[in-house]
């Protein structure tokens, strides 16, 4: 097995790691909810409070991976989150919660930005798109695992223990990244010279170099990218915080019934961050880069937000329920594309580009669990918040209009 293989099933066990800790708390937010009297208004800032914390700390852990590369960084990251997951079991109250909360989505902030980092240093341009595609895919995963994985645990231990038990999984994987990772493809003794001559082959952007502060402000591009984000993650956050109430309390499904279709929908997005890498990658060899990544992107959002207006006004919960999975599968087309984008964009500074945008890509997803908390006890239904959601996408799908990843070195100067 080639030694940048490795690193990528590594890179697929930490998401896989990332969306387990992440998302177990919404498949817990009605027993959470009964244990501490909260409201859906407050559970939902709950959920706010983590993307608030995510928000804040993206770009400067991206930077970091750029400047001192992720192997420490990594590990770090992930024993901060870890020790915040076991936090969240000895939470008293909706204040205790909310600062714990929070600190977890600061320690998690920096995971993908680091990822890009490593993407950058030991793929090919040519290849980018499928390491994208595969690390992005177990984040799928381990949310589709999360909710059965949760319920089972939960019955047996409560929610509590549950976090406990969750903890431990980051804690492994730290230890077996600082032990095995190097910063560079030329420090590991497993690589070949002829893999290095293939990483290396058309990869020009290896070199570090200076960010461009004006550059990055005065960018269209950029700040296209980042609104287009922001869409995309304003419904991602359905899935991962209200989903399980959704089917348990509107559809009326069993508890067998919640943990089964809370997965589906992430079951979906990891075929689709697959085929959404490996078809952007085809497309930029047969049309270029600014189409390679258009395509499928604006593909992608468009059919999220028609099969989400679909779920909303579906009658049938078996209806609903598809619709919903195909629309998150849609949605996670252009997440191996936006990530690609990034380093098309950033080049050498490639995490601190993808902080950026997924800094400032999540403030709709950092308002879409309040929000929907609060449309849900205003309007007593999910129709309006999902039909909403669904608009958006379409909003996000047209941003990509505006975004041209041919623009090349101008996020970055050389030193």
């Known amino acids: 097995?080639?030694?940048?293989?490795?690193?990528?099933?590594?890179?697929?066990?930490?998401?896989?790691?990332?969306?387990?800790?992440?998302?177990?708390?919404?498949?817990?937010?009605?027993?959470?909810?009964?244990?501490?009297?909260?409201?859906?208004?407050?559970?939902?800032?709950?959920?706010?409070?983590?993307?608030?914390?995510?928000?804040?700390?993206?770009?400067?852990?991206?930077?970091?991976?750029?400047?001192?590369?992720?192997?420490?960084?990594?590990?770090?990251?992930?024993?901060?989150?870890?020790?915040?997951?076991?936090?969240?079991?000895?939470?008293?109250?909706?204040?205790?919660m909310l600062a714990i909360r929070f600190l977890f989505g600061a320690g998690e902030a920096g995971a993908f930005p680091a990822c890009s980092t490593v993407v950058l240093r030991w793929f090919p341009a040519t290849e980018r798109?499928?390491?994208?595609?595969?690390?992005?895919?177990?984040?799928?995963?381990?949310?589709?695992?999360?909710?059965?994985?949760?319920?089972?645990?939960?019955?047996?231990?409560?929610?509590?223990?549950?976090?406990?038990?969750?903890?431990?999984?980051?804690?492994?994987?730290?230890?077996?990244?600082?032990?095995?990772?190097?910063?560079?493809?030329?420090?590991?003794?497993?690589?070949?010279?002829?893999?290095?001559?293939?990483?290396?082959?058309?990869?020009?952007?290896?070199?570090?170099?200076?960010?461009?502060?004006?550059?990055i402000w005065r960018s269209r591009n950029l700040w296209a990218l980042c609104a287009m984000y922001s869409g995309y993650t304003y419904g991602l956050y359905f899935y991962l915080t209200w989903l399980p109430t959704y089917l348990r309390q509107y559809r009326g499904l069993s508890w067998a019934g919640v943990g089964l279709g809370a997965a589906l929908p992430l079951l979906a997005g990891a075929v689709a961050n697959v085929a959404g890498g490996y078809w952007t990658d085809a497309l930029v060899r047969r049309v270029g880069l600014r189409w390679g990544r258009r395509i499928p992107a604006i593909s992608g959002l468009a059919a999220a937000g028609i099969l989400l207006a679909v779920a909303a006004l579906a009658r049938g919960s078996l209806a609903s329920l598809l619709a919903l999975a195909l629309s998150f599968g849609a949605a996670d087309l252009i997440l191996a594309v936006c990530?690609?984008?990034?380093?098309?964009?950033?080049?050498?500074?490639?995490?601190?580009?993808?902080?950026?945008?997924?800094?400032?890509?999540?403030?709709?997803?950092?308002?879409?669990?309040?929000?929907?908390?609060?449309?849900?006890?205003?309007?007593?239904?999910?129709?309006?918040?999902?039909?909403?959601?669904?608009?958006?996408?379409?909003?996000?799908?047209?941003?990509?209009?505006?975004i041209d990843p041919e623009e090349d070195h101008y996020l970055s100067a050389p030193r």
């Open 1 to 96: 097995m080639r030694a940048r293989d490795r690193v990528l099933g590594l890179l697929f066990l930490l998401a896989i790691v990332t969306y387990v800790d992440r998302v177990c708390i919404g498949t817990m937010a009605g027993a959470i909810s009964r244990d501490l009297g909260l409201s859906p208004r407050e559970m939902g800032t709950v959920f706010s409070a983590f993307i608030l914390g995510y928000v804040l700390f993206e770009f400067p852990a991206g930077w970091l991976a750029d400047r001192y590369g992720a192997r420490a960084l990594l590990a770090r990251i992930v024993v901060w989150w870890s020790m915040f997951t076991a936090a969240t079991a000895y939470a008293w109250s909706f204040s205790s």
């Open 339 to 402: 990530w690609a984008t990034c380093v098309d964009l950033g080049r050498q500074n490639a995490g601190a580009v993808s902080g950026i945008m997924n800094s400032l890509g999540q403030v709709g997803g950092m308002f879409s669990p309040y929000l929907l908390g609060w449309l849900l006890e205003k309007w007593g239904s999910w129709t309006i918040p999902l039909l909403i959601s669904a608009a958006y996408y379409g909003v996000s799908a047209a941003l990509w209009l505006l």
């Open 129 to 215: 798109g499928r390491a994208n595609g595969i690390l992005l895919m177990g984040s799928r995963l381990g949310g589709a695992a999360a909710p059965a994985l949760v319920i089972y645990l939960m019955n047996r231990l409560g929610w509590r223990h549950t976090f406990l038990v969750f903890s431990g999984l980051g804690a492994a994987w730290a230890a077996v990244w600082m032990w095995w990772y190097r910063n560079r493809p030329e420090e590991h003794a497993s690589v070949r010279p002829q893999e290095l001559d293939k990483i290396r082959a058309g990869n020009v952007t290896v070199a570090r170099g200076a960010l461009d502060w004006r550059r």
